[in-house]
């Protein structure tokens, strides 16, 4: 969304929000959120405190106008579902850099690194790929190999 769709928006919903102590942000607030948009860049973008932003988007009306737009288009789940990622890298950035605690700094940094890099898998490697589908042959064959392997030691 660009800066003069704000803008635009911003005037639309200067004109709607006069109900119960809404701001003219407030709905501008959720159509970004359901743009996609994080709540970093929503907070940056109309200049108000993350935390403002956060709960607008909770509130009853912002839920309510979530689910409508919910009901119209499946796919807002996914922009949701990513901008809170991004703001779930914000806010480990800031507990990395400002929590009180060492721990929490810790455990932020750590968490930032590994998901960052990549933390490593545990991996199951296949030797045999041949399987059997009938277990009683399958030990039967290896109790053979067995056999034939302390046969071969006893020569």
Known sequence: MSNNQVADLIRVTSSSSAQYGE???????????LEGWPN???????????????????????????AKALEEDEKVVIKILEAAGIDSIYTLIRLRDGAKTESV???????????????????????????????????????????????????
């Open 23 to 33: 701001k003219p942000w407030h709905r501008l607030a959720v159509r970004l959120h």
């Open 105 to 155: 700094r810790y455990n932020a940094a750590k968490t930032l690194l590994e998901h960052g890099q990549g933390k490593p898998l545990a991996k199951i490697q296949q030797i045999n790929e041949e399987f059997s589908r009938d277990p009683q042959a399958e030990a039967e064959k290896i109790r053979e190999e067995l056999l034939l392997r302390q046969q071969t030691k006893q020569a």
């Open 40 to 66: 970093h860049d929503i907070a940056n973008e109309l200049r108000q405190p993350i935390a403002d932003i956060a709960e607008v988007i909770t509130t009853k009306d912002g839920k309510k106008e979530i």
